[in-house]
């Protein structure tokens, strides 16, 4: 399946990133090594959340490792789950891969989901909870504590079958990525637990795909205990659920238009324009 530029991307890869300078390179390296033995034809999005690090400096070397490399950013902070929705919004690959800084879960075990989502499943959610999954290194104690406690919360107000929420890959057809993100009103960082409770709600084919998973000691915690205790994004989703409709789309240009994304391309980069970018 390698498709013209013409034709359109085969996949987009989308990372949402914030203050994540020092570690983007590496994640970037280990994508570029990903599609140089793909037969795929890809973009890369990284869609920055108000970073105050050098970020734009640091990707623009990289614009000639692939065949699109694009740097979306919001210079106000709006929540990684903004960033996120942001980046499936702009996607104009036909299968969409979402994934965290560092690689946690490696974009090398994509292809797990990828396969799914070629054998026809709309969403594929890469976990550690399932048979033939490998976790290597733990992520810290308080964050796995935190992890569990509020999956519990999460699966007593609303209905999720998924078994890992937080494993940070997550790979959807282009229609059911643009159906989630066109409904989708989460902005922090616990916004995997709306997105799959909205594919449950509007009857997509989700699976769950087993991967390795290493946590990187020097890695930054993108969930903190402020995201896990206020509990008040669980009781949206549950309202959104529960609406005997179901949920509306927004129009992706106004939600585009109020988390204040721009795209920076590769003429940016290399003209040194990385403040502002077309809309």
Same mark, same amino acid.
């Given at each position: 399946?390698?498709?013209?530029?013409?034709?359109?991307?085969?996949?987009?890869?989308?990372?949402?990133?914030?203050?994540?300078?020092?570690?983007?390179?590496?994640?970037?390296?280990?994508?570029?090594?990903?599609?140089?033995?793909?037969?795929?034809?890809?973009?890369?999005?990284?869609?920055?959340?108000?970073?105050?690090?050098?970020?734009?400096?640091?990707?623009?070397?990289?614009?000639?490792?692939?065949?699109? &490399?694009?740097?979306? /950013?919001?210079?106000?902070?709006?929540? &990684? $789950?903004?960033?996120?929705?942001?980046?499936?919004?702009?996607?104009?690959?036909?299968?969409?891969?979402?994934?965290?800084? $560092?690689?946690?879960?490696?974009?090398?075990?994509?292809?797990?989901?990828?396969?799914?989502?070629?054998?026809?499943?709309?969403?594929?959610?890469?976990?550690?909870?399932?048979?033939?999954?490998?976790?290597?290194?733990?992520?810290?104690?308080?964050?796995?504590?935190?992890?569990?406690?509020?999956?519990?919360?999460?699966?007593?107000?609303?209905?999720?079958?998924?078994?890992?929420?937080?494993?940070?890959?997550?790979?959807?057809?282009?229609?059911?990525?643009? /159906?989630?993100?066109?409904?989708?009103?989460?902005? /922090?960082?616990?916004?995997?637990?709306?997105?799959?409770?909205?594919?449950?709600?509007?009857?997509?084919?989700?699976?769950?795909?087993?991967?390795?998973?290493?946590?990187?000691?020097?890695?930054?915690?993108?969930?903190?205990?402020?995201?896990?205790?206020?509990?008040?994004?669980?009781?949206?989703? /549950?309202?959104?659920?529960?609406?005997?409709?179901?949920?509306?789309?927004?129009?992706?240009?106004? &939600? &585009?238009?109020?988390?204040?994304?721009?795209?920076?391309?590769?003429?940016?980069?290399?003209?040194?324009?990385? $403040?502002?970018?077309?809309?």
């Amino acid at each position: 399946m390698d498709r013209s530029r013409g034709e359109g991307w085969d996949l987009s890869i989308v990372i949402p990133t914030s203050d994540d300078a020092q570690r983007i390179a590496m994640t970037l390296k280990r994508v570029a090594s990903f599609l140089s033995r793909s037969k795929m034809s890809a973009e890369v999005l990284i869609v920055d959340d108000g970073s105050h690090d050098a970020i734009a400096e640091v990707i623009g070397p990289w614009t000639h490792s692939f065949k699109r &490399l694009r740097l979306v /950013r919001s210079e106000v902070r709006k929540g &990684l $789950g903004a960033a996120a929705r942001s980046g499936l919004l702009l996607a104009e690959g036909r299968y969409v891969l979402l994934a965290e800084v $560092g690689l946690a879960a490696p974009i090398e075990d994509a292809a797990v989901l990828l396969d799914s989502l070629q054998a026809g499943a709309d969403i594929a959610i890469a976990s550690r909870k399932l048979d033939g999954a490998f976790v290597r290194s733990q992520r810290p104690a308080g964050r796995r504590a935190a992890e569990a406690m509020y999956g519990m919360a999460a699966r007593m107000m609303v209905p999720l079958a998924a078994r890992d929420l937080f494993c940070g890959l997550l790979g959807f057809q282009q229609g059911a990525a643009r /159906r989630i993100a066109e409904r989708a009103k989460l902005e /922090r960082t616990t916004f995997a637990v709306e997105w799959i409770a909205l594919a449950e709600r509007m009857g997509l084919q989700m699976i769950e795909c087993p991967v390795r998973f290493s946590h990187n000691a020097g890695s930054k915690d993108s969930l903190t205990w402020t995201d896990f205790v206020r509990l008040d994004d669980l009781w949206k989703v /549950r309202s959104l659920i529960n609406d005997a409709r179901t949920p509306m789309p927004q129009p992706p240009a106004k &939600l &585009l238009e109020e988390t204040s994304f721009v795209r920076l391309d590769r003429p940016a980069f290399t003209a040194g324009k990385c $403040g502002v970018g077309a809309r």
